[in-house]
């Protein structure tokens, strides 16, 4: 379907290889050069760092919960309550002992009474038990105290000797920061002041008061050195008269070396998790980190080269986000480099087609300067004339071919109904031919029905694609000819054909008619009409729609009968 041929002799140049060598082997360098000079610091150790981020995120999680786990203060709480019941069991058992034993009865005044014998008692009960007891008289007085030997004013004061202690370790050292840490912090829970006196009385202490009213009364209360006093009181009853009231008290001694024993455990699985968690988020951030700054640099070697291509890294056998990022720009490096070299092979191809009607004008104005004879230089004016106008249609057609790609990028798709496209491009083109005049083929439209055929895409451009096929056909087929132009759904795709009665298709051209200014036209047209950028143009508006466009001839009876361009599009809904 095409006949004449310009062959375009330019040297057509390979593709560029995908992987090519940076050509400047010092770019890298110069630009992990800080604009100041010196020595860079490396990208994992700044700040600002994906590693930085991974470490600061998992160690923070880490540290919200290993300070969450050692605050403990409910655990202390159901510590101190254990310790009051255990006081209140304790001194239920002494009152019991001392209502016993230690009671005398006065069958005068039908009353008991405690005895001196109560206060032995007092510290043989108390001490084996590391407790302080103190013993009420019925009126509040102090009878007994177990802190001191003997009597309670002038006696011997005994106190416990610290437990001593081995060399601190580092565990120790860490409780110690954090419970001084802790106690510099609000406290959660305030509790009285406790005062100790040598020659308290019951009404010192409002669990004894509570005591000698008959019930069990408890108490916590804070010494000035910041442990905790733990004090029940019961009452030392005989035939369920109060006698007195015994008082038992235990410092936090026990319960603070429970929480430091918790804390020293949950401290040493801290140390534990977070070497663990350190180490697992350099790797994790290695594997995120060191790719994204390999795919970084090469893509500041692509931004940096000149003439060549330099390699991306190929991660796409990680099968995550990374890989598919290495993924898509190796496939934006290579599509950069193609259209690169679509847009070189495309100016000299223009600078080609340009060159024919400028040497041809040139030669026509230079011999039109030198002949006299009238006849000779209006053919050379007429030559002159063809030749303008074979310029400005080339340029035209150049210049809508340029545009093409940009506003392909940018437009907005919308639904396009291919069969009223078709049915309108159709009539045009038959109103057209009769107002000619002069023979033509008939068009026949083979549509499916009713039914419509939906594309997404630009309807002007789609347009332009049929009408270059449609004035294609027309322009190869005898005066009357016809041509059949045909749409179909088929396998989920829109199959349309343009098909005409011509000459058909060289075989060996059928793959270089979509190419830039090829041109191939009927005998007897006139040189210069056609830009060879019709079909072109058409195959890269149906390739920016995701589509396919191919030639093949039409044979019946094992002869060539015409010639078929086919295009397939998606479907709306289904590309």
Do not use: C
């Amino acid at each position: 379907m095409v006949a004449e041929t310009t062959e375009n002799p330019r040297d057509r140049r390979s593709p560029r290889d995908e992987s090519r060598p940076p050509s400047r082997p010092g770019v890298a360098a110069a630009a992990a050069a800080r604009p100041g000079g010196g020595i860079r610091v490396p990208q994992w150790l700044r700040l600002r760092s994906i590693t930085w981020r991974v470490l600061a995120v998992n160690l923070l999680a880490l540290l919200i919960l290993a300070a969450g786990l050692l605050y403990l203060d409910r655990y202390k709480r159901s510590l101190i309550a254990s310790q009051l019941d255990s006081l209140a069991v304790q001194g239920g058992i002494f009152a019991a002992a001392l209502g016993e034993a230690a009671v005398i009865s006065d069958p005068l005044a039908g009353q008991d009474t405690l005895t001196a014998l109560a206060r032995p008692m007092v510290r043989r009960l108390a001490v084996p038990a590391r407790l302080r007891a103190r013993l009420f008289a019925a009126n509040g007085d102090l009878i007994a105290d177990s802190k001191y030997v003997g009597m309670v004013r002038g006696g011997v004061e005994v106190a416990p000797l610290a437990t001593p202690r081995e060399d601190a370790r580092l565990l120790d050292h860490l409780v110690d920061a954090y419970e001084w840490l802790v106690r510099r912090l609000p406290a959660g829970e305030s509790y009285p002041p406790y005062e100790d006196k040598p020659s308290a009385r019951a009404a010192d202490f409002r669990e004894a008061q509570r005591a000698l009213a008959g019930e069990v009364g408890r108490s916590v209360r804070a010494a000035p050195g910041g442990e905790l006093v733990l004090s029940v009181a019961v009452p030392v009853q005989r035939y369920k008269q109060v006698l007195g009231a015994l008082m038992l008290s235990v410092d936090s001694a026990e319960i603070e070396e429970s929480l430091r024993q918790v804390r020293q455990e949950i401290i040493s699985v801290f140390g534990i998790v977070f070497v663990i968690t350190v180490l697992l988020s350099l790797w994790l951030a290695g594997t995120i980190a060191r790719p994204v700054r390999r795919l970084a640099a090469a893509a500041e070697r692509v931004r940096s080269g000149h003439g060549q291509a330099a390699e991306i890294p190929d991660l796409s056998g990680r099968g995550d986000e990374i890989g598919n990022l290495s993924a898509a720009l190796r496939d934006m490096t290579r599509d950069l480099w193609s259209r690169m070299d679509a847009i070189e092979g495309f100016a000299a191809d223009v600078a080609h087609e340009i060159k024919n009607p400028l040497s041809s004008l040139r030669s026509a104005v230079e011999t039109v300067a030198r002949i006299d004879n009238p006849a000779q230089q209006r053919r050379l004016m007429a030559i002159i004339l063809d030749d303008v106008q074979r310029l400005d249609r080339l340029i035209s057609d150049i210049s809508d071919a340029s545009r093409l790609d940009a506003e392909l990028g940018r437009a907005q798709l919308s639904r396009v109904d291919m069969a009223d496209l078709l049915r309108t491009l159709v009539e045009i083109e038959q109103t057209a031919a009769q107002a000619g005049g002069a023979p033509a083929p008939r068009l026949t439209l083979d549509l499916p029905g009713d039914r419509p055929i939906v594309v997404l895409g630009l309807e002007g451009r789609l347009a332009q694609v049929f009408r270059n096929l449609i004035a294609n056909a027309v322009s190869f087929s005898p005066p009357h000819g016809t041509i059949r132009v045909s749409g179909r759904i088929e396998d989920g795709l829109a199959r349309f054909a343009v098909e005409d009665e011509g000459p058909g298709l060289p075989p060996e051209k059928i793959g270089a008619i979509f190419d830039r200014f090829y041109s191939e036209r009927p005998r007897g047209e006139k040189f210069g009409t056609h830009s060879g950028l019709g079909l072109s143009i058409s195959k890269q508006i149906v390739e920016a729609h995701h589509g396919r466009i191919w030639a093949e001839n039409v044979e019946r009876d094992g002869a060539v009968a015409g010639a078929r361009f086919v295009v397939t599009l998606d479907l709306a809904g289904h590309g």
